[in-house]
C-alpha cells in the first residue's frame, strides 16, 4: 500500500489573525472570497472569463478555454488584445496619467522617477525606434539587463510591438547568454555598459562581446546598449547602437499591436536539474488575466500604495510582480538596481523609509540574510508606512517568518508566502491579507486554482500526509510549452502523472487545508524508509538560536540506505554559548531530534560561511549534493557568485 510521500515531522502551532481594518479594507474580502470560491467550484471557465472580463482587449474572445488538444490548452481564443495596452495605454485616459509608475533608485545612490505618461512616452520611443530596425512581430529579443527604468522600458516596448522578449539575469555568464542566445535566436540584443553591484562596477557589454564571437550573422543584427555605468566599451559597427542615440529622434506616440490572446509575450529559461536550460513561454491573453487578478487579490493593492519587490525582473517574479502586474494595476513600484546589503545591512530599510514603501514582497534567502544582522538595523529606520508583506521563492520557515513579521511588520501587517512557478506564471497558492496565518504555511490555492497533495499514482495524500504537489486544471497564466520544444514539455510537467499537472514539489495539507511546502521532489530525502522533505531539516535548524541558514542532502548510508548531511552558517555570537564546534554539533543533533523525531539521523553537520544559491536566492542543493557524492551538479548557470 502506497503510504504518504514524504513523512511530515515538523508542526507548528501559532496563528496569527488579520486585523479588523485589513479585513475591512480589503479587495477580496469573506463576501467576495465565498463567492468567487463557490463560482470557481461551480465553472470555472465562467470565473476567468468574468476575470478576463475585467481588462481591455480590442476584440472579444469565442471561447474561454480550448482543451481540445491537451496539454496544451488554450485561453480565450479568438479574443485581440496587449498587455501593454492594460498596463500602460488605458492609464493614460485615467488619474493614473500624472502618477509615479516608477521609481527607480541606483546602488549608488541617484533616483530617477517617471509618471505613467512619461513612461508611455519613453516605451512608445523604443518601440518605434526597434519598428525602424525592422524588429516584427513574434521576432526575439533578448535583454540582458540589470534592474534599470530601460529594462522595464524594453520589456513593454517589445511586448507593445509583439514582439517575444526573453530577459536574462545580468550576472549569467558569457556561456549561459549564449545558450539561451542560441535556443532563442533573437534579432535584437539590449544590454548596458556595465551596472553597479555590491560596490562595483560591472561589465556587461563585454559579456555580450563575448557570448556573440562567431555567431552566425542571421541571429542579433543589432546590439542595443543602455549608457548606465560610464564603461569604456568597443562599439561593434554597424551592430551595436547606443540607446540614447537611437530613441532622441523617435516620436513618443506608437501604435500598440493587436495580439491574439495567445501571441506569445515572453520566454523565461529555467535552468533544469540536469542538461539545457528550459525556455517557458508564456501569452499575452491568459496570462495578463491571471497575473491582473492574483496580484490584486494577494497584493490587495490601493491607489495610494507603494510597492517593492526585491526580486530582479529576469526572474518570473520580475515579470509577473515587478512589471506587468504592479503596472497593469496602475501601482507604483520602487526599483533597484543594486544589492540589498550596500552599502550596509540597513539599505532595504532605508529605501522603505526614503520612498514610503507600503507593500514589501521579497525571499527567505534575504530574510535570513537580514535577520542575521539582527534587528537592530530596521529599528534605525522608519518602517511605520508597511501595510503587506510578502515571501516568495523557497520554504521560508517559521522562525524566519515570525522575525519577518514581528520586526519588519510590526506583528501587525499580513505576510503572505506565495507559492508558485515560472512554468504558472501567477500565484497558485497563497494566504490572502484576511487569512489566518500560520507561519511557514503558504496557506490555500487561489480561487479558479485547483492545486493538490497526491501520492505517485495521482491519489490524494490525504490530511498531513506528505506528497506531490499536482494542479488539477488549466490556469489562464499557465506556460504554453517550452520553447521548441512540446514534446520535452509534455514529459516534464503532464506525464509523470497522468492527467495533472506535475509541480516537481512535495508538500503535506494540514486539517485546514494549509500547504507546507518542503522542497523539491528531486532533493527529497530517505532515512531508513522515512521520505523527509530538505525544508523540514532545514527549518528545525534554522530554529535554532545559534543558526541562520542551513541547507541538508541525503548521502550514501551502508545501514539507513541514505543519511542527512547539513551544511549550516552560523549565527554571530555562537561561540558565546558553546565551548566548541564539537559542543554545537552535538547539540544541533539533539535539537534537530528533539523537533522531528529520534529517527532523523545526521551523519554530519559541516559549517560554512555561506551556502551556494541560484542567482533568485534559491538554495543550490544538487552542488553540495554533487560536491559530496561526485555525482554531476547538472546546469549550474544559475549559481550565484557572491
Ligand atoms: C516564483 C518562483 C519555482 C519553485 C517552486 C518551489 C519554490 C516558490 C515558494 C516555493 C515554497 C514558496 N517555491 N515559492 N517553495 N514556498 N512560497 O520562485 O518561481 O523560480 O520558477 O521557482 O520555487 O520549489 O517549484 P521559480
Redesign the pocket.
Known amino acids: 500500500m502506497e503510504t504518504g510521500l514524504v513523512d511530515s515531522l515538523l508542526r507548528e502551532e501559532r496563528v496569527f489573525r488579520p486585523q479588523p481594518q485589513v479585513v475591512r479594507e480589503a479587495n477580496m474580502g469573506q463576501a467576495e472570497l465565498k463567492a468567487a470560491q463557490t463560482l470557481a467550484r461551480q465553472d470555472y471557465r465562467l470565473f476567468w472569463e468574468e476575470r478576463a472580463a475585467e481588462m481591455d482587449w480590442f476584440a472579444k474572445w469565442d471561447q474561454v478555454l480550448d482543451d481540445s488538444n491537451p496539454p496544451f490548452y488554450k485561453w480565450f481564443s479568438g479574443g485581440k488584445c496587449n498587455l501593454v495596452h492594460n498596463a500602460l495605454d488605458r492609464h493614460i485616459l485615467t488619474v493614473n496619467k500624472n502618477k509615479l509608475a516608477v521609481i527607480w533608485e541606483g546602488e549608488s545612490g541617484e533616483c530617477r522617477k517617471y509618471t505613467y505618461y512619461e513612461l508611455y512616452r519613453e516605451v512608445c520611443r523604443l518601440a518605434n525606434a526597434l519598428r525602424g530596425l525592422g524588429v516584427q512581430k513574434g521576432d526575439r529579443i533578448l535583454i540582458y539587463l540589470p534592474p534599470l527604468p530601460e529594462t522595464v522600458i524594453t520589456m513593454l516596448a517589445a511586448a507593445k510591438i509583439g514582439a517575444v522578449q526573453t530577459l536574462v539575469f545580468a550576472g549569467y555568464s558569457a556561456r549561459s547568454l549564449r545558450e539561451r542566445i542560441e535556443s532563442c535566436r533573437p534579432k535584437i540584443i539590449v544590454t548596458a555598459d556595465g551596472f553597479y553591484r555590491n560596490g562595483r562596477v560591472i561589465n556587461l557589454k563585454s559579456v555580450v562581446d563575448e557570448a556573440l564571437f562567431g555567431e552566425d550573422a542571421d541571429c542579433a543584427e543589432s546590439v542595443i546598449v543602455v549608457h548606465r555605468a560610464g564603461v569604456e566599451t568597443d562599439m561593434v559597427e554597424p551592430r551595436d547602437l547606443r540607446y540614447e542615440d537611437l530613441i532622441r529622434q523617435e516620436s513618443p506616440q506608437a501604435p500598440t499591436e493587436v495580439m491574439d490572446a495567445e501571441d506569445p509575450l515572453f520566454l523565461l529559461y529555467?535552468s533544469g536539474a540536469t542538461g539545457k536550460p528550459k525556455g517557458l513561454l508564456h501569452t499575452h491573453g491568459g496570462y495578463m488575466v491571471g497575473v491582473h487578478a492574483t496580484y490584486r487579490w494577494v497584493m490587495d493593492v490601493k491607489p495610494t500604495d507603494l510597492y517593492l519587490c526585491t526580486a530582479d525582473p529576469g526572474?518570473?517574479?520580475g515579470h509577473s510582480y515587478v512589471v506587468f502586474g504592479p503596472l497593469m494595476a496602475g501601482t507604483t513600484v520602487v526599483l533597484y538596481e543594486g544589492h540589498p546589503l550596500y552599502p550596509q545591512a540597513d539599505r532595504l530599510w532605508a529605501i522603505v523609509a526614503r520612498y514610503g514603501v507600503t507593500i514589501l514582497y521579497t525571499t527567505p534567502t534575504l530574510i535570513r540574510m537580514l535577520m542575521r544582522y539582527g534587528s537592530q538595523y530596521p529599528r534605525k529606520h522608519d518602517l511605520s508606512t508597511l501595510r503587506l508583506l510578502g515571501?516568495?521563492?523557497?520554504?521560508?520557515g517559521p522562525e524566519p517568518w515570525v522575525w519577518f513579521h514581528k520586526y519588519i511588520g510590526r506583528s501587525e501587517c499580513p505576510l503572505l508566502?506565495?507559492?508558485?512557478?515560472?512554468?504558472t506564471g501567477m500565484f497558485m497558492v497563497s494566504p490572502l491579507p484576511i487569512s489566518l496565518l500560520k507561519p511557514g504555511s503558504?496557506g490555500r490555492p487561489l480561487p479558479g486554482v485547483e492545486v493538490d497533495v497526491v501520492d505517485r499514482h495521482g491519489n490524494p495524500a490525504g490530511h498531513d500526509k506528505g506528497g506531490f504537489v499536482v494542479i488539477r486544471k488549466p490556469w489562464p497564466a499557465m506556460a504554453r510549452t517550452l520553447w521548441n520544444d512540446d514534446q520535452g514539455y509534455r514529459q516534464a510537467y503532464w506525464e509523470k502523472i497522468p492527467g495533472v499537472y506535475f509541480?516537481?514539489?512535495v508538500a503535506r495539507k494540514d486539517e485546514d487545508g494549509y500547504f507546507w511546502?518542503q522542497?523539491?521532489a528531486d532533493d527529497v530525502l530517505n532515512i531508513g524508509g522515512h521520505r523527509i522533505g530538505p525544508a523540514e531539516v532545514e527549518a528545525a535548524l534554522t530554529a535554532h538560536k545559534s543558526v541562520v541558514e542551513a541547507a541538508v542532502i541525503g548521502v550514501p548510508d551502508s545501514i539507513k540506505g541514505e543519511a542527512a548531511k547539513c551544511f549550516v552558517v552560523r549565527a554571530e555570537g555562537w561561540n558565546k554559548d558553546y565551548d566548541s564546534e564539537d559542543e554545537l554539533i552535538m547539540a544541533l543533533k539533539a535539537h534537530v531530534k528533539r523537533e522531528l523525531g529520534p529517527f532523523v539521523s545526521i551523519r554530519a553537520i559541516a559549517f560554512r560561511e555561506q551556502l551556494p544559491h541560484t542567482k533568485?536566492g534559491?538554495i543550490l542543493r544538487r552542488l553540495l549534493k554533487a560536491e559530496e557524492t561526485g555525482a554531476a551538479p547538472g546546469d549550474l548557470s544559475s549559481l550565484e557568485e557572491e
Open positions: 529555467t526572474w518570473i517574479t515571501s516568495v521563492g523557497e520554504p521560508i508566502d506565495t507559492w508558485w512557478q515560472t512554468e503558504a509541480a516537481g514539489d511546502f522542497g523539491r533568485s534559491k
